[in-house]
């Protein structure tokens, strides 16, 4: 299968390496030429739009931050949509709005292409070692055909439903990590009111039946919410909003976990 990809930061650099050193040929678009230079040294061809990378591409993966992203680079002029021969497929692995997936979708069809969505979890390091977090969601064959390639950067590989659900999945996920934060902020203060000093304490839930990975990047971050907030604040945010209007075109009460995110927001210095 060939593959193209479109999203060289932090998470999908990583990504696409591990793509290209499984020895699928691969052929990569970026803005900014700057991105594009860490894979001067691999087999990687690179194109000069979206459309003639997807002209190259049996599988298009997608890794850019927002819905606006994903929507220009599929849809814009010379988008991946445009270069696509019928039966390719197009993998979204950016947290986006399950419906902006299933829009175009319904745009991809009319041109007998596929679209998934992959979004993932797990960040750079876990890319790089090939255990990031797939949540599929889509027709199941894509997904299928789609396996090996996300075999080289993750595991496991979850296919959750139709299109959509795998976006979904991962906003449920990014909704209890963020809520977490604040629980287990929380507790790190609690503890040092109590007398017991925040990197002690963690260092004892860590290991306890209450661990859990927001725990872990706050005791690594010294105690506070500064560092996360500066670095995943706005996304979190960002996908906070996401489920709560998600919920709320439902008709679904979101419960407790809603409110401990929104009290994480409020730790960031951020609002929903």
């Not at 700057?34 to 591409?57: K, M, N, V």
């Not at 809520?179 to 902020?185: G, L, P, S, V, Y």
């Not at 929380?186 to 009111?193: D, F, K, V, W």
Request: glycine content about 14%.
């Amino acid at each position: 299968m060939r593959v193209g990809f479109i999203g060289l930061g932090s998470q999908g650099a990583p990504m696409a390496r591990r793509i290209v050193e499984g020895g699928y040929p691969t052929t990569l678009w970026a803005r900014r030429p700057a991105s594009l230079e860490p894979f001067a040294d691999t087999a990687a061809a690179t194109a000069g739009s979206p459309a003639e990378l997807a002209a190259r591409s049996d599988l298009v993966c997608l890794c850019v931050v927002g819905d606006a992203d994903v929507r220009e680079v599929v849809t814009g002029d010379r988008g991946v949509l445009a270069g696509l021969a019928v039966g390719s497929i197009i993998a979204v692995h950016s947290t986006v709005h399950p419906d902006t997936c299933r829009e175009l979708a319904e745009l991809a069809a009319a041109r007998q292409v596929t679209v998934i969505d992959a979004p993932v979890s797990g960040g750079g390091p876990a890319a790089a070692a090939g255990r990031l977090l797939v949540m599929a969601g889509g027709d199941t064959e894509a997904v299928e055909r789609s396996r090996p390639v996300f075999a080289t950067y993750a595991d496991p590989i979850v296919h959750l439903g139709g299109v959509g659900s795998g976006q979904a999945a991962k906003l449920l996920n990014n909704l209890l990590f963020t809520a977490n934060i604040a629980t287990a902020a929380g507790t790190l203060a609690l503890g040092q009111g109590l007398g017991i000093s925040p990197d002690r304490l963690g260092e004892v839930i860590t290991h306890g039946t209450a661990n859990s990975f927001a725990l872990g990047r706050i005791v690594s971050a010294g105690g506070t919410v500064d560092r996360l907030a500066e670095h995943a604040g706005d996304l979190l945010r960002k996908d906070v909003g996401l489920v709560a209007r998600l919920a709320e075109a439902a008709g679904i009460a979101p419960g407790v976990v809603l409110g401990a995110a929104d009290a994480t927001l409020a730790l960031m210095n951020r609002q929903r």
